[in-house]
C-alpha cells in the first residue's frame, strides 16, 4: 500500500481514544467510591457542621460533577475515534488515486462496520450488528437517572450555594449534549461517503 494511504497513524489514534473511554469508566467508579468512603469520615462531618450544608446536597453535587466530566470525556473520546474513521474515508474518497485507495484495509473497515450487505450477511439488524457499541448504554442510563436524582435532591437541599453549583453544573451539560449531538453528524456524513462510492 502506498505511504500516502497508510493510516497506521489514525489506527493507533483509534485504539488510543478507545482505550481511554474504558479507563475513565473506572475512574469515574472510583471517583463515586473515594466520595462515599469520604462522607463517613470525621472530616466530610466537620465540613458539613461548618459549612452548614447538608450532606446529601453535597453528595448531589459531587455525583453531577463526576456524571458530567465522565459524560464529557467518553462522548470526546467517542467523537475522536468517529472523526478519524471519517478522515479516512474523505482522504481516500478525494483523492486521484481513490479506487487504489480504497483497497485498504482501513477503508474497508470503515466500509464494513457500516455496510447494510455486511449486517445481511451476518443475518442481524441493527440493533445486534451494534452490540458492541452498547458497552457505555448501562452505564450512561445509571448517569442518567442518578444525575435526575441529584438534581432533585440539589434543589430541594434548601442550600443556596449547592442550588447554584447544581445549576451550574446541569446548564454545563449541554457540552456533552452538543458532542453527541456531533457523533450523529460524523456517523451520518460517513455513510453519506460510503453510498457515494457504491454509486460511483
Known amino acids: 500500500?502506498?505511504?500516502?494511504?497508510?493510516?497506521?497513524?489514525?489506527?493507533?489514534?483509534?485504539?488510543?481514544?478507545?482505550?481511554?473511554?474504558f479507563?475513565?469508566?473506572?475512574?469515574?467508579?472510583?471517583?463515586?467510591?473515594?466520595?462515599?468512603?469520604?462522607?463517613?469520615?470525621?472530616?466530610?462531618?466537620?465540613?458539613?457542621?461548618e459549612t452548614g450544608m447538608p450532606l446529601a446536597g453535597l453528595a448531589a453535587v459531587v455525583i453531577l460533577l463526576l456524571n458530567l466530566v465522565y459524560v464529557t470525556l467518553a462522548c470526546a473520546c467517542l467523537f475522536a475515534?468517529?472523526?478519524?474513521?471519517?478522515?479516512?474515508?474523505t482522504h481516500t474518497s478525494k483523492s486521484p488515486r481513490g479506487r487504489a485507495a480504497r483497497e485498504s484495509i482501513y477503508w474497508k473497515w470503515e466500509e464494513f462496520v457500516r455496510s447494510d450487505d455486511a449486517k445481511g450477511a451476518a443475518k442481524m439488524r441493527d440493533i445486534a450488528?451494534?452490540?458492541?457499541?452498547?458497552?457505555?448504554?448501562?452505564?450512561?442510563?445509571?448517569?442518567?437517572?442518578?444525575?435526575?436524582?441529584?438534581v432533585v435532591v440539589a434543589m430541594m437541599s434548601g442550600s443556596a450555594v449547592i442550588q447554584f453549583v447544581s445549576s451550574v453544573l446541569i446548564a454545563l451539560h449541554v457540552i456533552p449534549g452538543f458532542i453527541l449531538r456531533q457523533l450523529v453528524v460524523l456517523d451520518r456524513q460517513c455513510r453519506e461517503i460510503?453510498?457515494?462510492d457504491q454509486r460511483a
Open 1 to 21: 500500500m502506498p505511504d500516502e494511504y497508510d493510516f497506521e497513524a489514525q489506527r493507533s489514534e483509534v485504539a488510543f481514544f478507545m482505550e481511554k473511554a
Open 23 to 49: 479507563q475513565i469508566s473506572f475512574v469515574y467508579f472510583a471517583g463515586v467510591a473515594a466520595f462515599f468512603a469520604l462522607s463517613k469520615s470525621d472530616v466530610m462531618t466537620s465540613i458539613v457542621r
Open 81 to 89: 475515534v468517529l472523526k478519524r474513521g471519517l478522515f479516512i474515508l
Open 129 to 150: 450488528w451494534n452490540i458492541d457499541n452498547y458497552y457505555m448504554v448501562p452505564l450512561f442510563s445509571v448517569i442518567v437517572i442518578a444525575s435526575v436524582i441529584s
Open 194 to 196: 460510503l453510498r457515494a
